[in-house]
């Protein structure tokens, strides 16, 4: 099987290979492309991750390319994982908010939809390509964020697209480790969208043990997640690490104002880890990329490239899939992230308990943003900025809808064809 990848020059890269070479049982890879125009970068990460596969015993060739055609021609599987303007247009989307006094934050809020502006138009037109270079058969594995909106652009425009975050994976294996219990064996109730979920069940063998982590663990999770323990053990759910944007918003943006922006901390790891990778002597994955981010993200993107390609019994991931009805109150067409049956013919969502008006209303108000950012990442205009803006619930007024939309677009001009019009 080929495997591509864009934005194959990312520091994350050698994470996806380690996992693959650590499932080369399962996984039956026998070549990986790294799609990149950044030769630099992609060169460097090529020649590492095929050292990774060769102290693993793993018989997979990695090759570099800067020619999306020539990549993804006969690939089963591609993946996505790019960022358009790199960590510099990161940096803004971290800081420009705080403006307005809203929290700055590159998936979410004023600095998620500038991502998404930059984001969408550039992976339609790569997903096209890719359409018609390797067919319709082939799965897009979407890991670019903003993944809930980036994922319902391509499904929108017809494509074989699944979206994959590593924030569930990650909380499994912490559950898994409290509990005592085989990764494998925990499965989780995951309710809600991308960077906006709850874990309302922690299933073992059938049995919820999601109250017995939440009186014996409470603590731990809550520093983990970064929220109150009183909260959770009211709620009865674990909520994501993102859910803090929402739930302490004022306290985040005054912490971002006293701390280094993430992307300067980001910049300086990447270039330690390129160091890294050009040494020859260097065969097993650093240590130093645990401070990339992304914990687990080679677990979750192999898993669920083996789930949707070997034609195999389905598996059970969570993924950004069409909602067709598993919430009642969003249109059928939302793309949602919640635990899924996984195969050849794509994610089904299990169905779940009706979700708590406590969750169910933050997840309604954004998924109508996202329906307002995709809307003005396909049409552009100014207006449609600030539209999408007034609608998400950590920006909701006019005032600073309007001074975030005119400043997002200033800041992102080079990169919005419509902007320079």
């Given at each position: 099987?080929?495997?591509?990848?864009?934005?194959?020059?990312?520091?994350?890269?050698?994470?996806?290979?380690?996992?693959?070479?650590?499932?080369?049982?399962?996984?039956?890879?026998?070549?990986?492309?790294?799609?990149?125009?950044?030769?630099?970068?992609?060169?460097?990460?090529?020649?590492?991750?095929?050292?990774?596969?060769?102290?693993?015993?793993?018989?997979?060739?990695?090759?570099?390319?800067?020619?999306?055609?020539?990549?993804?021609?006969?690939?089963?599987?591609?993946?996505?994982?790019?960022?358009?303007?790199?960590?510099?247009?990161?940096?803004?989307?971290?800081?420009?908010?705080?403006?307005?006094?809203?929290?700055?934050?590159?998936?979410?809020?004023?600095?998620?939809?500038?991502?998404?502006?930059?984001?969408?138009?550039?992976?339609?037109?790569?997903a096209e390509r890719v359409r018609k270079v390797a067919g319709d058969d082939t799965w897009i594995v979407n890991f670019t964020n903003p993944v809930g909106i980036v994922t319902r652009a391509l499904l929108q425009e017809g494509h074989r697209a699944v979206g994959l975050c590593n924030v569930a994976i990650n909380l499994q294996r912490k559950f898994a480790k409290l509990l005592g219990a085989s990764t494998g064996d925990v499965k989780l109730v995951h309710t809600g969208l991308n960077h906006l979920s709850w874990e309302r069940g922690?299933?073992?063998?059938?049995?919820?043990?999601?109250?017995?982590?939440?009186?014996?663990?409470?603590?731990?999770?809550?520093?983990?997640?970064?929220?109150?323990?009183?909260?959770?053990?009211?709620?009865?759910?674990?909520?994501?690490?993102?859910?803090?944007?929402?739930?302490?918003?004022?306290?985040?943006?005054?912490?971002?104002?006293?701390?280094?922006?993430?992307?300067?901390?980001?910049?300086?790891?990447?270039?330690?880890?390129?160091?890294?990778?050009?040494?020859?002597?260097?065969?097993?994955?650093?240590?130093?990329?645990?401070?990339?981010?992304?914990?687990?993200?080679?677990?979750?993107?192999?898993?669920?490239?083996?789930?949707?390609?070997?034609?195999?019994?389905?598996?059970?991931?969570?993924?950004?899939?069409?909602?067709?009805?598993?919430?009642?109150?969003?249109?059928?067409?939302?793309?949602?992230?919640?635990?899924?049956?996984?195969?050849?013919?794509?994610?089904?969502?299990?169905?779940?308990?009706?979700?708590?008006?406590?969750?169910?209303?933050?997840?309604?108000?954004?998924?109508?943003?996202?329906?307002?950012?995709?809307?003005?990442?396909?049409?552009?205009?100014?207006?449609?900025?600030?539209?999408?803006?007034?609608?998400?619930?950590?920006?909701?007024?006019?005032?600073?809808?309007?001074?975030?939309?005119?400043?997002?677009?200033?800041?992102?001009?080079?990169?919005?064809?419509?902007?320079?019009?």
């Open positions: 099987m080929k495997l591509a990848v864009v934005g194959g020059g990312s520091t994350y890269t050698p994470e996806l290979i380690d996992g693959i070479a650590g499932r080369r049982a399962s996984l039956d890879v026998d070549e990986i492309v790294l799609i990149d125009p950044d030769a630099y970068r992609v060169e460097a990460v090529g020649d590492f991750s095929q050292r990774l596969l060769n102290h693993a015993g793993h018989s997979a060739r990695v090759r570099t390319t800067a020619n999306l055609e020539e990549g993804v021609d006969g690939a089963s599987a591609v993946l996505i994982q790019l960022r358009v303007g790199g960590q510099k247009a990161r940096a803004s989307d971290e800081t420009f908010p705080h403006l307005c006094g809203c929290v700055g934050q590159e998936t979410t809020g004023a600095g998620g939809l500038a991502k998404a502006l930059r984001t969408v138009p550039v992976v339609l037109d790569i922690v299933l073992v063998d059938g049995v919820d043990r999601l109250p017995e982590l939440l009186a014996q663990h409470a603590e731990y999770l809550g520093e983990e997640v970064s929220v109150p323990v009183e909260w959770m053990q009211r709620m009865q759910a674990v909520p994501s690490y993102y859910l803090k944007y929402y739930y302490s918003h004022d306290a985040q943006v005054a912490k971002q104002q006293t701390e280094r922006p993430r992307a300067e901390v980001v910049s300086d790891v990447e270039e330690e880890l390129l160091k890294i990778y050009l040494d020859p002597e260097q065969v097993t994955k650093p240590e130093s990329l645990e401070k990339r981010g992304g914990a687990y993200y080679s677990e979750a993107a192999v898993q669920l490239v083996h789930a949707l390609t070997s034609g195999g019994a389905a598996e059970e991931h969570v993924v950004n899939v069409r909602n067709n009805g598993t919430f009642d109150f969003l249109p059928d067409d939302a793309v949602i992230e919640v635990s899924s049956t996984v195969d050849s013919a794509g994610a089904t969502p299990i169905p779940q308990s009706p979700v708590d008006p406590r969750f169910a209303g933050l997840i309604a108000g954004v998924t109508a943003y996202e329906y307002l950012a995709l809307d003005a990442a396909i049409k552009g205009g100014r207006d449609r900025v600030a539209d999408a803006l007034l609608a998400h619930p950590l920006v909701g007024q006019y005032a600073k809808a309007d001074q975030l939309a005119d400043e997002l677009v200033a800041r992102n001009r080079d990169f919005l064809p419509w902007a320079r019009a």
